[in-house]
C-alpha cells in the first residue's frame, strides 16, 4: 500500500520547538515533491512548505520562513519539518503530502497524503 504517515506532532509552548516527520511506504521519496500542509480549525488548508523532486529546492510561505526548515533524508524514506519558535498561531493540523510530477517547483497537486498530525502551541 503506497501511503505516506505523519508523526511528531504535539503540544508545545510558544518558542519551543517540534519536528515533524512524513515517513513514505510503499515508494521512495527519492524522486518526489513532498510538502507540508496545515489546517487549523475553522480554517482553509494552507501550503506551508514543500521540497521540489529534481533538485531539493526548497520553498516556505512567508508566516514560517526562518523559523521552520524542510528536509528530506533518501536513506530513510523520511521527510522533515524543523519548526522552531513555534507561535500559538501554528496551532492545526499538519499533513504531508507527495507527488511524482518531476521539477523545481511546489506541484499543484499531490498524490498521496497522510492522515495528519496535531501540532497546538499553547502556553
Known amino acids: 500500500q503506497l501511503q505516506v504517515v505523519e508523526s511528531g506532532g504535539g503540544l508545545v509552548q510558544p518558542g519551543g520547538s517540534l519536528r515533524l516527520s512524513c515517513a513514505a511506504s510503499?515508494?521512495?521519496?527519492?524522486?518526489?515533491?513532498v510538502g507540508w500542509f496545515r489546517q487549523a480549525p475553522g480554517k482553509e488548508r494552507e501550503g506551508v512548505s514543500c521540497?521540489?523532486?529534481?533538485?531539493?529546492?526548497?520553498f516556505y510561505r512567508s508566516s514560517v520562513r526562518g523559523r521552520f526548515t524542510i528536509s528530506k533524508d533518501n536513506a530513510k524514506n523520511t521527510v522533515y519539518l524543523q519548526m522552531n519558535n513555534l507561535k500559538p498561531e501554528d496551532t492545526a493540523v499538519y499533513y504531508c503530502?507527495?507527488?511524482?510530477?518531476?521539477?523545481?517547483?511546489?506541484?499543484?497537486?499531490?498524490?498521496?497524503w497522510g492522515r495528519g498530525t496535531q501540532v497546538t502551541v499553547s502556553s
Open positions: 510503499g515508494f521512495r521519496l527519492d524522486h518526489y515533491a
Open positions: 521540497i521540489a523532486s529534481s533538485d531539493g529546492s526548497t
Open positions: 503530502a507527495a507527488d511524482d510530477s518531476w521539477g523545481t517547483v511546489c506541484p499543484a497537486k499531490y498524490d498521496y
